[in-house]
C-alpha cells in the first residue's frame, strides 16, 4: 500500500477512537489528535494531553495502537507532544454539539455557560472540580437541572 | 557556543525541570493523603484533582529533564529510584497536611508562586517547556481559585476556623522566601502583593517573624520528606522495575 493511502488510513481510524472519559467525543473532536503523519517508513500519531493530570493519555495511547493494530497498521509511532499546549477552544464545533446533547455544557466564549437542558444562561456553580479534570459541577438557576460543564481552558 | 557551556546550559536546564517536577510530585502525594478524608465530598474530589494535576505536571517535567539528559532517565526513575537527599523540592509542600486550613492554606501560598512562575516559562526558548508551563499556569490560576477562596473562608468564618487558618499562616510563613532563590524567576514583592490581599480579605496577618529556613533545593530536607518517599516509593524499591 502507498504510505499516502496508509496515512489516510491511520487519520481515518484515529479520529474515529472515542475519549475514555467522555465517550460521545472522540479524540479528533477534543483537539486531542493533533497529527497523522509517515515518518521513517511508519506512521506516526501525534497526540496531546488536554489537562497535565489527565490520567487517560495512556488509555487513549493503548485504544490507538489496538483500533490501528485492528486496521492492519501495528508499526505505529505514538508521540505525545506539549506544544503549542492544548486549549478547550481546541474542540471541534461538531465536539461541542455533541457534548450538549449528551447533557454536559460545552466551553462557550467569555465563559458562558448554558444549561444543556432549557438553555438559561444563569447557572449557579456547585463545586469548581467535577467528576473529571475537565468538569465543574453547576445547577441551572432557571430548571433546577445538575450537570456537568465543561471548563473553558 | 562552545561544547562545554552548552552541557553546562542543558544542565542547569535538568536541575531546574526536576526542582519543579518534585515540587509538584510532593505536593500531588501529599494532597492525594486527603482522598477519602477531605471534610466533604467535593473538596476530597478537588484535592485528588488538583493533585492529579501537579503530578501531571511532575511527569512531564521528568520526561523532559530525561530527554535532555540523555542517559535514558524515564519519569519513573526520577520519582521512584532517588533519595530523599536527590529531591530538590522546597519544603513547603512537604510540610506535613496538617488540618483543613493548613493544607489550603500552603496551597494558597504554592499556587501564587506556580502562576507566576509558570506564566514566565510560558515564554521559554525551550519549546515543550513553553507548552507544559503554558498548561499548568492555567491550572494554577484554577487552584488559586479555589485555595484562596477557602483561605478566606476560613479565616472570615467561625473563631475556631479563623485561629487554625491564622495559626497555619504563622507556621508555614518560614517556608516561602526560598521559592524566590530559584531556578525559575518570580518576584517575591508581587507574590507578597497578592498573598496580602488574600489574607487581609480573609482577616488573616502576615506573622512578624523574620526566621526563613531553606535547603530544599540543595537536597537538604525537613524530617517529612523522608516519610513521604518511603510510602511512595515502597512497591518500586520492594520490587525493583514492578510493572503494572
Known sequence: MAPAGEVELARRVASAVVDPEIPVLTIADLGILRQVSWDEGRVRVTITPTYSGCPAMRQIEDDLRSALAGAGLADVE?????????????ITAEGREKLAAFGIAP???????????????TPRLVARFGSTACKALMVCSSCGEPFDY???Y | MSAETATTGSESLVTALVAHGDDNLVLAQRLG??????????????????ALDHLGVARALYTHAGEIEGRGRTEDDFAMRRAEREFLNVLLVEQPNGDFAHTMIRALFFDVYQVDLWEG?????D?????IAARASKEARYHLLHSSAWVVRLGDGTEESHR???GAVDALWRYTGELFQGPGQVSPERWRATIEQVLDEAGLEVPDDPYQRGGGRRGLHSEHLGSLLAEMQWMQRSYPGLQW
Open chain 1, 107 to 121: 466551553p462557550l466564549p467569555d465563559g458562558v455557560v448554558l444549561c444543556p437542558r432549557c438553555q438559561s444562561s
Open chain 1, 150 to 152: 465543561f471548563k473553558e
Open chain 2, 121 to 125: 516559562l510560558s515564554g521559554s526558548d
Open chain 2, 127 to 131: 519549546e515543550t517547556l513553553s507548552g
Open chain 1, 78 to 90: 505514538i508521540a505525545t507532544v506539549h506544544h503549542p499546549a492544548w486549549s478547550s477552544d481546541w
Open chain 2, 164 to 166: 487554625r487558618a491564622q
Open chain 2, 33 to 50: 493523603e486527603w482522598i477519602s478524608n477531605a471534610p466533604e465530598l467535593e473538596e476530597d474530589i478537588a484535592l485528588g484533582n488538583i
